[in-house]
């Protein structure tokens, strides 16, 4: 192993600590914050809210290329279209 590659497995490593104690603080909090209220939030409701924002919406082979034209375009690309067999 390449002192560049224990490097990223360090960062690795300590990205994957902070994420694990975010998340024991955040149960933390929750389970301060229901121990408290008095009437609980519906579960489906607060679970329901995380899958709907995770659905990705279908586009069309259209869409996408506009939607690609108009990045390509707001960050400075040029358009460059391939040659056809006519013009070879």
Do not use: I
């Not at 994957?16 to 121990?35: S, V």
């Not at 679970?47 to 996408?64: I, N, R, W, Y």
Request: charged share 30%; aromatic share 4%; no cysteine.
């Amino acid at each position: 192993m390449t002192p560049h590659e224990l490097n990223l497995h360090v960062q690795a490593y300590k990205e994957r600590l902070q994420r694990e104690d975010k998340e024991r603080l955040t149960l933390a909090y929750l389970t301060a914050y229901f121990g408290r209220v008095k009437k609980m939030p519906d579960l489906k409701k607060l679970l329901g809210a995380e899958q709907t924002s995770s659905k990705k919406k279908v586009q069309t082979p259209e869409q996408m290329l506009r939607t690609v034209q108009a990045l390509n375009a707001a960050m400075g690309g040029k358009v460059v279209k391939k040659p056809t067999e006519d013009s070879k």
